[in-house]
Nanobody, 124 residues
Framework: QVPLVESGGGLVQAGGSLRLSCAAS????????MGWFRQAPGKEREFVAT????????AYADSVKGRFTISRDNAKNTVYLQMNSLKPEDTAVYYC?????????????????WGRGTQVTVSS
């Protein structure tokens, strides 16, 4: 199994930026498509973004398109989520996930590996 560890969460004002990182401790990172999901208190987990294993193609939820950017560095076994123009509605625990396929998925049940999450809080 490939453990994933998120970092970079914190407290920011509306309109600010954060960059989340997710590091895989194993050597199988380059064979995984990666995704980001988030979950706010009292709400269900929702898709945020995904990236193919080579890093050349991405997809985003409509709610974050144009504001968030997913990227990866396979040499560092790390996937990133750059979040700009943050809104209070973005407040949630953010999770990274991986699956053994070229393409990612918008469905959380398609992912095999999960991190523990990192808290993002956007104040107004």
């Amino acid at each position: 199994q490939v453990p994933l560890v998120e970092s970079g969460g914190g407290l920011v004002q509306a309109g600010g930026s954060l960059r989340l990182s997710c590091a895989a401790s194993g050597l199988t990172f380059s064979s995984l498509a990666m995704g980001w999901f988030r979950q706010a208190p009292g709400k269900e987990r929702e898709f945020v973004a995904t990236i193919v294993r080579s890093g050349g193609s991405t997809a985003y939820a409509d709610s974050v398109k144009g504001r968030f950017t997913i990227s990866r560095d396979n040499a560092k076994n790390t996937v990133y989520l750059q979040m700009n123009s943050l809104k209070p509605e973005d407040t949630a625990v953010y999770y990274c996930a991986g699956r053994s396929a070229y393409y990612g998925s918008v469905y959380f049940n398609d992912y095999e590996y999960w991190g523990r999450g990192t808290q993002v809080t956007v104040s107004s």
